[in-house]
């Protein structure tokens, strides 16, 4: 219906079908839910013209699936025909959908992963903290010489041998790819530096959980 009301030069640009189809995507995609429009009627009813513009305040409220939408619009109205045809009609454009939104562009909606918040004492300091750790791993057919490599990574990594031989023998493992063996902190350069110098080591920084006096 609300088609019906659009200015005949807004129809020559836009058909039915299209002016539906572009609210429905765009509502449907960001889950629109309990629309209400609301604006204030004027105070006086005054004669206009045939041709003539007047515009008219109104606000959109919604809630979608990233939360409360509230926005303040503003209609531009034709008054065209004649006797029984003689109405108000929108000149309509693509910021009635969403203010910003101009013509062929595309609204999509991105979800995020939530950050867990940090947890300090009294005293401020950190007893679960968000931050980067290195994890030192082995990447087959880098390796020299398998036995030798893995004796010395458990012994820098206070591992035993079977232990590492057991990852390394995982079913998806191939030659090339990366076996994580152990996380350790960022911070022990001097320790990441050795393992580093023996073949067939790697080390990724990856974002972890970090308990600084006691893992809980």
Not at 21 to 34: A, C, F, L, N, S
């Amino acid at each position: 219906k609300m088609y019906e009301y659009l200015s005949p030069e807004t129809k020559k640009e836009i058909s039915a079908d299209e002016f539906a189809e572009r609210y429905e995507k765009i509502y449907k995609g960001i889950e629109v839910d309990q629309l209400k429009v609301n604006y204030k009627q004027p105070k006086e009813e005054k004669k206009h013209k045939d041709g003539e513009e007047v515009n008219l305040a109104y606000t959109v409220d919604m809630s979608t699936m990233a939360g409360e939408v509230n926005s303040d619009h503003q209609a531009t109205l034709i008054k065209e025909g004649e006797g029984d045809q003689e109405n108000w009609y929108i000149k309509w454009d693509e910021s009635y959908i969403f203010p910003q939104l101009k013509a062929g562009e595309k609204i999509s909606v991105q979800t995020y992963p939530a950050i867990r918040g940090e947890i300090v004492d009294r005293n401020e300091r950190g007893l679960a903290m968000n931050g980067t750790v290195s994890e030192v791993g082995i990447v087959p057919e880098k390796m020299t010489n398998e036995t030798e490599t893995v004796k010395k990574v458990a012994g820098m990594l206070n591992m035993s041998t079977d232990e590492i031989d057991k990852k390394l023998t995982q079913s998806w493992v191939k030659p090339g790819y990366f076996v994580p063996i152990k996380k350790m902190s960022s911070d022990n350069t001097a320790a990441l530096e050795k393992l580093l110098a023996i073949p067939g080591v790697s080390v990724n920084n990856t974002e972890a959980r970090i308990y600084p006096y006691k893992e809980s």
